[in-house]
C-alpha cells in the first residue's frame, strides 16, 4: 500500500471531492501485519476504496490531531474533514473492516 510521507501529501490525499481511508500504523505493530494479511478480502468485497497509509510514529502530532490512539486506526476523509474512525480494537477481523467500510464509504 502506498505510504504517505509529508504532511503536504497527507493534506492533499484528504482533501479528496470523494471519500478516502488513511489507515495510521507503525513498523513494530503486530496487528497492522495481521490487517495486511485480510485487506486483500477486505477489497474483494468493498470495491473502488482509496487506501493509504501514514506512520504514526512519524506524524505524531496528525495522530493526535485525528484523535488517532491505537493502531491500526482506519480513518475515513473527504474533502479535507474526517467522516468516520474505525479505532485499532474493532480493527480485529475482516468482517470488522468490511462493516466499517461498507457503512462509511
Request: negative net charge; contains cysteine.
Amino acid at each position: 500500500m502506498e505510504q504517505l510521507k509529508s504532511k503536504e501529501e497527507f493534506q492533499q490525499f484528504i482533501s479528496s471531492k470523494e471519500p478516502v481511508v488513511v489507515k495510521f500504523v507503525t513498523d513494530w505493530c503486530p496487528d497492522c501485519k495481521r490487517m495486511d494479511m485480510f485487506l486483500p478480502t477486505v477489497f474483494e468485497e468493498v470495491q473502488n476504496v482509496t487506501m493509504r497509509e501514514i506512520d504514526k510514529d512519524q506524524f505524531p502530532e496528525l495522530a493526535e490531531q485525528y484523535d488517532v490512539m491505537g493502531i491500526p486506526s482506519l480513518l475515513v476523509f473527504k474533502d479535507g474533514e474526517k467522516l468516520a474512525h474505525l479505532h485499532s480494537a474493532n480493527a480485529k477481523t475482516p468482517e470488522q473492516v468490511i462493516e466499517f467500510l461498507s457503512g462509511s464509504l
